[in-house]
C-alpha cells in the first residue's frame, strides 16, 4: 500500500495506490497514461482523476466514506475513509493491517487535513473504545506555535457581517488599509428604504479567488446567507459537479450578470484586474468586494516555545468584523485577506493529537530540514508525555463538532 505516492511511478509489490485527496501536490505523477496499480480514493476524488486527469475509469477504486472496506481476498487489509475537513473529496485513511500472527496494526494516515473534533469522535478511532493507533502519519504543515488562525466558520461570519455593513450604508464601507492608509470618503446617510437592502440593489459584486479546488464554505456561505446565485467559470463549475452536491446546478450561472457572488482564479485578486472586471459589468455593478481567503492573513496572538499545553488548548483565537482589514480600499473597490486554512492550526494539531491514542507518529509536511523535525518532535513528545501522564486518553473538549 502507498499513500499519495504516484511521482515514483510504479512501486515494487504495491498493489493498492491510495489517493487523499485531489490537489496536484499529492497527485503529481497521476496521468491519462497510469497503468500500475489500483488506485484508491473517496468518490469525489475519483470523479475528478476520471474527469481532469483522464484516468482510466477501470483503474480507479472509489470508496464509500466511514464503512470499514477489504481490499484484499483474505481479509487481511480494510481501510476506513474519515472526512478530512480539507477540501471536497479529502479523506483520512485508517488503515487495518494483520499480520501472519493474526495481530492488527492500524494506520491512520492524515493526507492534508484540517483536525475537527468529529474526526475524533468518528467510531473507527474514538477513544477509549478503539486500540491504540500504532502509527500516524501526519499533515504537520502548521505544527509550529505561531501558527494561530481562527475557525472557518467564524471567518465566514464575519465576512458575511463585513458585506452586510456595505449593504445597509448602500455602498462600500471607507476602511483603514492594512498599511496604514486611511480610506476616508463622503459620509453618507443610512438608507432608509429597506427593499433597497441587497446585494444586488447596492451593485455591490463580491469576488472571491481560489484555485480550482478548496475554499467551497467561502462562497457557498456569503451565496447562501444574501440568497445569491454564484459565477463560476466552466472549468470551476465542472469541479463543483464532480463534487455531488444537490441542488449545486441551480446555484451556479455562467451568466456574470445574474450572481452578486463570482469565484475567479486567486491570480486576478488584484487590484488593476478588478477595476477592469467590474468596468466589463457595469452598470450591474458598480463596487467590488474581493476577497483572498489564505492560511496566513491572522495578525492574532501566538503561542511560543515556552507555552504549556494547557494554554494551547484554552486560548482562543477570536475572529470579528474588526478583524478584517483591506490590503487595497478606493470607494468602488476592496480587497481583503482572510485567514481561511484548509490545513489544521497549531492549537487544533494539539487537540487532534491529545485526543487520541497513538503509538508512534511520523510527520509528513516539514520534514526537510533536521532543525524542523527536531522542533517538531518537541511538540509531539511533549503531548505524548501529557497522555502517558493522564492515562485515561479522551477527546479534547468542544463546543462544536465542527472545530475545536
Ligand atoms: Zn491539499
Redesign the pocket.
Known sequence: ITVDAFKYGKIPHCTAYFLS?F?S??YNGLTSKWSNGLIYCSTVTGNLVIQKLKVARNFVRKLPMNDEVSIDSNNDITVTLIDAN??PG?ALFLFKLKDKSGRIKRYLHT??FRACPRQVLHSAIVQPQNPAIDILYLDTTYLNPQYCFPAQEQVVNAVIKLIRKAINRGELIPMKRSSGYNGQWRNKQPRLDKSQLALDKCKILIVIGTYLIGKEKVFFGIAKAFRSRIYVTDEKRKMLMCQEIPGIESLLTNDPHQASVHVVSLMSIKSSSLFAYLESLKPTFKYVMAFRPTGWAYKGQKFSSSSTTEEILNTSTPFTIDSITPTFSTSICQIFGVPYS?HSSFRELAAFVLSLNIRKIIPTVNIGSEKSRENMNYWLDNWQKEKDKNKNIKVVPYNTVDHW
Open positions: 485527496h490537489h501536490d499529492h480539507h477540501c479529502s493526507g492534508d484548509e
